[in-house]
């Protein structure tokens, strides 16, 4: 087989990058935020031009001027955004942009047979071709994006954080179909934060830092402490905070009592004491987000009950919840938790813009000397408070999120996947500003789909599967392997 | 941290902005554009459109479309449209002449009616309120009905008859001039920077913008975005209800048939001026000069003896190359 070899110099984004990928292996690409992994993927599928460099597939130099020619020269990227269009059918999806057609009319029989042969490789023959996308699960649509790149027949695949929205059941398929496809030749990058995975299906790895190529193809089994040097230029400790441990006679601040919502959760019961990290740890899917978003009043209860420092919250009612103290962090940070487009200062001050306000006239300068106080304290890169938060990296806008409820001053916080999007670096960073957080006298709840995750930063323990609590424990006398069986005992329960 | 230590390469070059892609940019491209009508104005109608009564003229045409295009930027910043303004407008003025005419025949004070107009104007705005922020109708459909429907009540109302406005005071008001400049005019400048003070200044506007941009977001920060739309319906339902009392002032007739395809040219405006439709971001004087424009346009045409179909087309025209240019400087402004 001949090699496949590409280089990207790029302007800004790409100052001299060059990756090489063999056919037949996945090939790991790591980064920062902003290092510039998603530029590099976008030169690759065609989305963006190059401003130097070549790209050589075969021996031969190959200009991709737009994502169909990427198409051509067998390189299918699945994007990590979910490109799918809800309201077409899975067949419909998957071959959209290279539809199979005699003279218009799409030939459905023939497209729902090829969709179904290749659901069936992608282990999931139980998705019907005809099913509306939009009425699938996340982890379904990923199934359908990855389903339109195997249908293009690709060389290369470029997968960008495939695993975000997965929970460990459908990794374990998404690995199987990876090395399904190497066995036949295909060549993979893949794009993830999650080192446990790289080490699992990784081949070799090329390591970007500021658009440069800072380690080339390294083995997998490169020692992650030397792997994050590379990335963040010097030593990091991808280390927990220490755990004081929180006193008996530390008061009760949030109690949930019996919670309930049909279809999420039952009788979810659990206490937060001031000072207190508490950690959910479960599945995607098994009420995780539902027991926060419901605590925080962004959905209603049928049942339960929801106390702060022991004044019964309101069900259902997002305003009653902030005014007693709680803030959350919301999982879907883009889409949940910021005005993308609003200055810094004015994402921070969201939730307290209303009470340093004057009988309705706003008072900036508060509100500016307010962010820019908490933007100081939390080591918000870079300390402008006016630049629009589109700009800022994802560790930083989620730095953002928690400043917004540092402003208001919480009694309760609530952490939905705090680490979400956000690189390795900056994750030791945001652990250590929760461990910080508590021991002012917050109560900490906090849900992540990584259980060691959990487990190092939290107090306790509460293990949920399918929308029951099944356990709870201190988080030093439960490890990984003992979660992950209560959370499968659960399920199969 | 070193993690978030170098700005990103990707960012740092985006984050250059463009200074003409900035608010006050996008207002110096309105006054270029101003400028440029006006100079076609010079060059066509000479004396006749550079005179002081010919500016008094545009300005008190203006006005109308002024106020509730105030009002509607509001509604378009949240996210949302009011195609039902120029309806509620014509109901809000048979309304209000019908209790003057009728009701209480002569005694009724020439403040009643203005106040019965903008109630009405309220009413109608806060019905589309409650039924977009919680009977969860999209804007577009909500006020759609409205605007159906408030036009045929007006018909009912007036008997689809004319009502003079015979009120003393009311004639009187409305023929005011303080320095020389009328009423109307008057009028829209104090609800364009009531306006202005309202979305720059006060938590209204900022849970406007909140809103707009991500309604998600603003109600997990603890925002009550259902009653805030419903405040906003309300506000562009109040500025229908100004513009129904000045339509009176200016014609001194209540009819039924005040306001037809109004929202259009409002909305025209407001797009004009920089606003966003998708929400999240716009300005007051954007609006202002939206309206400058399209008015100031309508008078040349009208100087020079040309036909209302020709002004259509220069209508549309004007709109495109103004969403083309927004979407220029908007994509230059954006990361990918």
């Known amino acids: 087989m001949e090699g496949i070899v590409k280089h990207f110099p790029g302007a800004k984004a790409l100052d001299g990058v060059d990756l090489e990928v063999l056919p037949g292996e996945v090939h790991c690409l790591l980064g920062q935020n902003g290092a510039g992994k998603s530029t590099l993927i976008k030169v690759l599928s065609g989305a963006h031009q190059p ?64 969709t179904r042969e ?14 509306e996308v939009g009425q699938l699960p996340a982890a379904g649509k990923q199934i359908v994006s990855m389903a339109r790149a195997l249908s293009h027949d690709a060389r290369v695949i470029v997968m960008d954080e495939p695993s975000a929205v997965l929970d460990s059941g459908e990794v374990e398929n998404l690995f199987r179909v990876v090395r399904e496809l190497t066995a036949q030749g295909v060549a993979i990058v893949y794009i993830s934060h999650r080192m446990e995975e790289i080490r699992a299906i990784g081949d070799r790895i090329t390591v970007l830092k500021d658009g440069r190529t800072v380690g080339r193809n390294l083995p997998a089994s490169t020692p992650t402490r030397e792997l994050i040097t590379l990335m963040t230029g010097r030593s990091v400790e991808y280390a927990f905070p220490a755990r004081p441990g929180v006193p008996d006679d530390a008061p009760v601040v949030l109690d949930v009592q019996g919670l309930t919502l049909p279809g999420a959760f039952e009788d979810v019961s659990l206490q937060v004491r001031a000072g207190e990290v508490v950690g959910l740890a479960g599945l995607v899917g098994s009420g995780r987000s539902e027991i926060l978003e419901t605590i925080f009043g962004a959905r209603k209860q049928s049942a339960g009950t929801v106390s702060v420092s022991g004044r019964r919250l309101r069900a259902g009612s997002v305003p009653a919840a902030v005014a007693a103290g709680v803030g959350l962090a919301p999982e879907e940070r883009k889409s949940q938790g910021l005005v993308l487009d609003e200055a810094v200062y004015r994402n921070i001050t969201l939730s307290t813009f209303a009470r340093t306000a ?38 930083n806008q989620q730095k953002a999120v928690l400043a917004r409820w540092l402003v208001h001053g919480c009694d309760v916080l609530l952490l939905d996947e705090p680490t979400r999007g956000v690189d390795v670096g900056a994750r030791s960073e945001l652990y250590g500003l929760v461990r910080t957080l508590a021991d002012n006298g917050t109560a900490v709840l906090v849900v992540s789909s990584e259980i060691p995750e959990v487990l190092g930063l939290a107090d306790r323990v509460h293990v949920v599967s399918d929308g029951r609590v099944v356990h709870q424990a201190p988080a030093q006398e439960i490890d990984e392997h003992r979660v992950l069986d209560l959370v499968m005992e659960g399920s199969a329960a | ?55 008094v003229t545009i300005l008190r045409a203006a006005a109308v479309t002024g106020v509730v295009a105030i009002g509607m930027t509001f509604v378009i910043i949240s996210g949302g449209i009011d195609l039902s303004v120029g309806s509620v407008l014509g109901l809000t003025g048979v309304w ?105 200044r006060t938590t209204f506007g900022r849970r406007t913008v909140a809103v707009g941009g991500n309604a998600e977001a603003a109600r997990l920060a603890g925002i009550k975005v259902k009653r805030h739309t ?107």
């Not at chain 1, 290749?118 to 099913?131: V, W």
């Not at chain 2, 009176?248 to 606003?275: F, P, Q, Y």
């Open chain 1, 51 to 114: 401003t130097a460099g070549r790209i050589v597939v075969d021996d031969a130099e190959v200009t991709i001027g737009h994502p169909v020619a990427a198409l051509a020269h067998g390189v299918a990227t699945m994007y990590q955004e979910l490109d799918v269009v809800d309201g077409l059918t899975v067949a419909e999806n998957i071959y959209l942009g290279h539809e199979l057609a005699t003279g218009g009319f799409t030939q459905r029989r023939e497209v729902a047979r090829r």
């Open chain 1, 118 to 131: 290749i659901l069936r490789r992608l282990g999931h023959p139980e998705i019907s071709p005809h099913r």
């Open chain 1, 358 to 395: 004057k009988g309705g006239w706003l008072d900036e300068r508060a509100e500016r000397r307010a962010a820019r106080a908490q933007a100081e304290a939390l080591d918000l890169r870079p300390p402008d408070v006016e630049r629009a938060i589109r700009t800022l990296s994802g560790g």
């Open chain 2, 1 to 55: 941290m070193s993690a978030s230590t170098a700005a990103p390469p990707a960012d740092a070059s985006t984050e250059r902005r463009s200074w003409l892609s900035g608010p006050a940019g996008r207002n110096v491209g309105l006054v270029v554009a101003l400028a440029l009508i006006c100079v076609a104005g010079v060059v066509t109608g000479g004396e006749r459109f550079a005179d002081i009564d010919n500016v």
């Open chain 2, 96 to 200: 209000a002449t019908t209790v003057a005419t009728q009701t209480m025949a002569e005694d009724v004070h020439w403040l009643v009616m203005v106040f019965t107009a903008l109630v009405v104007g309220v009413g109608a705005g806060l019905v589309n309120g409650v039924i977009i922020a919680y009977g969860r109708v999209v804007s577009f459909i909500a006020t759609l009905a409205m605007l159906a429907s408030a036009r045929g009540l007006a018909e009912m109302i007036s008997n689809r008859q004319t009502q003079r406005v015979e009120v003393a005071g009311f004639t009187d008001f409305f023929d005011l001039d303080p320095l020389g400049v009328p009423m109307l005019i008057w009028i829209f400048a104090l609800v364009a920077v009531a306006g202005w003070f309202l979305l720059n």
């Open chain 2, 230 to 336: 419903l405040y906003i319906y309300g506000l562009s339902g109040l500025a229908a209800g100004i513009g129904g009392v000045m339509m009176l002032g200016r014609t001194t007739a209540g009819t039924s048939t005040n306001g037809v395809l109004l929202e259009l040219d409002v909305i025209a405006a407001v797009v004009v001026g920089g606003t966003l439709l998708a929400g999240g971001r716009g300005t007051i004087v954007g609006t202002v000069f939206g309206v400058l424009i399209f008015n100031t346009l309508t008078n040349i045409f009208v100087i020079n003896n040309m036909s209302t179909s020709a002004q259509g087309v220069a209508k549309g025209v004007i709109i495109v190359a103004a969403v083309l240019l927004q979407q220029r400087f908007a994509n230059r402004s954006r990361p990918t």
